[in-house]
Nanobody, 115 residues
Framework: QVQLVESGGGLVQAGGSLRLSCAASRNIFTFEAMGWYRQAPGKQRELVAAIRRGGSTDYADSVKARFTISRDNAENTVNLQMNSLKPEDTAVYYC?????????WGQGTQVSVSS
């Protein structure tokens, strides 16, 4: 019923920026919420940022003031602008959405930050 496809990952030096994009197969405004999670080797998956249907947002403390989640209605995407990247941001980043009370996940995209 729902497919989520991430793009924009890559390798960047510390202090640099990346923009991740999540393209959804259903209208993004039919989701209760959408967000980005990440999982680093040996660590649990954690919420990075989320945006609810009404537009309110939540961020992990570790990324506040550096990352911004947003929606693009024309492209039907949810984006994550990541600035001032740190090596500890290195992880696989996953797009997530809640659609009619069900959870959907993208395949993940690798973000690597070198020092």
């Amino acid at each position: 019923q729902v497919q989520l496809v991430e793009s924009g990952g890559g390798l960047v030096q510390a202090g640099g920026s990346l923009r991740l994009s999540c393209a959804a197969s259903r209208n993004i405004f039919t989701f209760e919420a959408m967000g980005w999670y990440r999982q680093a080797p040996g660590k649990q998956r954690e919420l990075v940022a989320a945006i609810r249907r009404g537009g309110s947002t939540d961020y992990a403390d570790s990324v506040k003031a550096r990352f911004t989640i947003s929606r693009d209605n024309a492209e039907n995407t949810v984006n994550l602008q990541m600035n001032s990247l740190k090596p500890e941001d290195t992880a696989v980043y996953y797009c997530h959405g809640i659609w009619y009370r069900n959870d959907y996940w993208g395949q993940g995209t690798q973000v690597s930050v070198s020092s």
